[in-house]
């Protein structure tokens, strides 16, 4: 199974929930399932089997996550698939469910049961042939691209002033900010929040430069921990942080300075751990998601390495993933953004010209986090990957990350 997660904004630019788009079967090993087949085993809900094995709050953190339905798991014992909070849960829907008696009752029946509703692939001429189903729904998603947008948050406020709006397939920031001016819109999806930039700033702030220093000696051949640990010192929020990360470690042994925290961490674990919370304080003025983004492609870059036979080089696609959105951190374009940093020949290859031995696991990853599966797919059978494989590596990585910041 390949599953990802497609994070919601409000207008803040905070995450408010996530949709878990799911894939069961490789296309291209399991052709037959274009077919026909497709259908085999659809009444399970590869969305819910995700959460009920790893649990909601590691796929999101107290907030909605949104799983796709379609019209043969929408008469699945989805009750018992879900075995987590209704409230959390919006089953999705596409247009493979029709307005018609039958689907109209089951909807109405997980209603009752808690259930929240969402809509998607709506074509505008089938608004009115759906009343029936959209007077039972919590959302609906607008593609941005192919429906009027505006035109439709007129008509739904009138005709459905229930359902809450979802602007998706928002492409730029110029398109957000102008949908967040019109307003009646309560979440919007798409790449907008994590669009290359193609013209920098000319400063960057000081206390980022301060972190840039600081990344730069760890990553450098060798350094010493005594200066790192010194640098670590000066700033408040990594001294806590570098104290909860050793307490987890070793709890009945006692800390007597930072430098101790450091020795006891070791020189390749300090390491790691510096890259990802420093990157985190980099991050601050930024949309969490960027932080996510930046830590779940690290990780799942590094979890890969084995399966692309890169095992030697998981500490070179750690850091790849880590500065694949450094350019949206300094707000610079990526040439001038990796200047600033020390990082491998093969690092910069794969973030700026995307090629090189790394450049493959950084596009494989990329394509996963947007769900495109058609493309993932292909990779993995160019490349001899099995599902499994890249599953696990995923929701490690989702598992790395809650853990990350748990107190």
């Known amino acids: 199974?390949?599953?990802?997660?497609?994070?919601?904004?409000?207008?803040?630019?905070?995450?408010?929930?996530?949709?878990?788009?799911?894939q069961k079967k490789n296309l291209f090993l399991n052709p037959s399932l274009q077919g026909t087949g497709q259908n085999d085993g659809a009444s399970q809900i590869p969305g819910l089997d995700m959460i009920r094995s790893v649990g909601i709050e590691t796929i999101s953190d107290g907030k909605e996550v949104f799983v796709a339905v379609n019209n043969i798991s929408?008469?699945?014992?989805?009750?018992?698939?879900?075995?987590?909070?209704?409230?959390?849960?919006?089953?999705?829907?596409?247009?493979?469910?029709?307005?018609?008696?039958?689907?109209?009752?089951?909807?109405?029946?997980?209603k009752k049961f808690g259930f929240k509703l969402a809509i998607r692939k709506l074509a505008v001429q089938n608004f009115e042939v759906y009343r029936e189903i959209l007077l039972l729904m919590d959302y609906i998603l607008l593609d941005h691209k192919k429906i009027d947008i505006t035109k439709a948050k007129i008509y739904f406020s009138k005709v459905y002033p229930n359902i809450k709006l979802c602007a998706g397939n928002i492409q730029t920031q110029e398109i957000f900010e102008e949908l967040k001016q019109e307003g009646g819109y309560e979440l919007y999806e798409g790449e907008f929040y994590r669009v290359p930039v193609t013209r920098g700033e000319t400063e960057?702030?000081?206390?980022?430069?301060?972190?840039?220093?600081?990344?730069n000696m760890v990553n450098a051949s060798d350094f010493e921990l005594t200066k790192a640990a010194d640098i670590i010192g000066r700033d408040t929020a990594l001294v806590i942080s570098l104290l909860k990360m050793v307490n987890r470690m070793s709890v009945n042994s006692e800390i007597t300075s930072i430098r101790h925290a450091a020795a006891m961490l070791g020189q390749r674990e300090l390491k790691k751990?510096?890259?990802?919370?420093?990157?985190?304080?980099?991050?601050a003025d930024k949309p969490n998601e960027i932080t996510r983004v930046s830590l779940l492609r690290a990780k799942f870059a590094e979890n890969l390495a084995s399966v692309f036979e890169m095992k030697m080089q998981e500490s070179e696609l750690f850091l790849m993933g880590l500065f694949s959105v450094?350019?949206?951190?300094?707000?610079?374009?990526?040439?001038?953004?990796?200047?600033?940093?020390?990082?491998?020949?093969?690092?910069?290859?794969?973030l700026i010209e995307h090629k090189g031995s790394l450049a493959p696991i950084l596009d494989f990853v990329i394509q996963y986090e947007k769900g495109n599966w058609q493309e993932v797919s292909r990779l993995m059978v160019l490349n001899e990957i099995s599902m499994d494989p890249v599953y696990d590596a995923y929701v490690d990585s989702l598992k790395w990350y809650k853990d990350l910041f748990t107190e």
């Not at 890259?275 to 304080?281: D, E, F, G, P, R």
């Open 1 to 22: 199974m390949l599953v990802t997660l497609i994070p919601l904004f409000d207008e803040n630019m905070s995450v408010r929930a996530y949709s878990l788009f799911a």
């Open 74 to 110: 929408l008469f699945s014992d989805i009750d018992a698939q879900c075995q987590t909070a209704r409230e959390r849960i919006v089953l999705l829907l596409d247009n493979t469910i029709l307005p018609k008696e039958i689907y109209i009752n089951r909807l109405k029946e997980l």
């Open 204 to 215: 960057v702030t000081p206390l980022k430069v301060n972190y840039i220093e600081l990344l």
């Open 273 to 283: 751990w510096i890259n990802t919370a420093v990157a985190n304080k980099l991050y």
């Open 326 to 350: 450094l350019d949206l951190i300094l707000n610079k374009p990526m040439e001038e953004a990796l200047k600033m940093v020390k990082v491998s020949k093969e690092i910069s290859d794969a």
